[in-house]
T-cell receptor, first 112, second 112 residues
């Protein structure tokens, strides 16, 4: 049973436009959410995070929104750049045990 | 130099062979993790360790074992490799003060 779901396997966006990546979760014990970016032949790298007590966190071109009632979060990238093309993983931290549960990932392609 | 290193980066082996994947870190973190990545499944936790004397099973520990030889070293063993253990394996580190984890570059393992 997947507790963190990324239902879109891939997303294609034109350079300069907004990219929106979505993530849904089922476990109400998650207290922190993170987004990781992964390029081929590299390990995932941390991008941005949000605590469950907040509904928005912004860092430059990246903004994460959290809707606790819907158990949904999204990552917005504005404007999208070709270098943003990568696999994006949503991850959630369990309040107890400090373990991350990852979604399946979404492949983002930004076309120039 | 990379903060989290994994050796080997690529390995091809045969069914039934014993394999060890090694991870070293220079970040001074107390927590270390082993994940595997499969297409469509994201990253799944195999084992994790919060201290040198601490070993915990993750979501998919069957067929694997680990050893935390020192704070900086965490190795993953496949006692008798089987083809469905073909995957990309990542080591990660973390600190008790943060939810963020830092990943190594990965080991691509193929079991024939």
């Amino acid at each position: 049973d997947q507790q963190v779901k990324q239902n879109s396997p891939s997303l294609s966006v034109q350079e300069g436009r907004i990219s929106i990546l979505n993530c849904d979760y089922t476990n109400s014990m998650f207290d922190y959410f993170l987004w990781y970016k992964k390029y081929p032949a590299e390990g995932p790298t941390f991008l941005i995070s949000i605590s469950s007590i907040k509904d928005k966190n912004e860092d430059g071109r990246f903004t994460v929104f959290l809707n606790k009632s819907a158990k949904h979060l999204s990552l917005h990238i504005v404007p999208s750049q070709p270098g943003d093309s990568a696999v994006y993983f949503c991850a959630a931290n369990l309040e107890y045990g400090n373990k991350l549960v990852f979604g399946a990932g979404t492949i983002l392609r930004v076309k120039s | 130099d990379a903060d989290v290193t994994q050796t080997p980066r690529n390995r091809i082996t045969k069914t039934g062979k014993r394999i060890m994947l090694e991870c070293s870190q220079t970040k001074g973190h107390d927590r270390m993790y082993w994940y595997r990545q499969d297409p469509g499944l994201g990253l799944r936790l195999i084992y994790y360790s919060f201290d040198v004397k601490d070993i915990n099973k993750g979501e998919i520990s069957d067929g694997y074992s680990v050893s935390r030889q020192a704070q900086a070293k965490f190795s993953l063993s496949l006692e008798s490799a089987i083809p469905n253990q073909t995957a990309l394996y990542f080591c990660a580190t973390g600190d008790s003060s943060s939810n963020e984890q830092f990943f190594g570059p990965g080991t691509r393992l193929t079991v024939l």
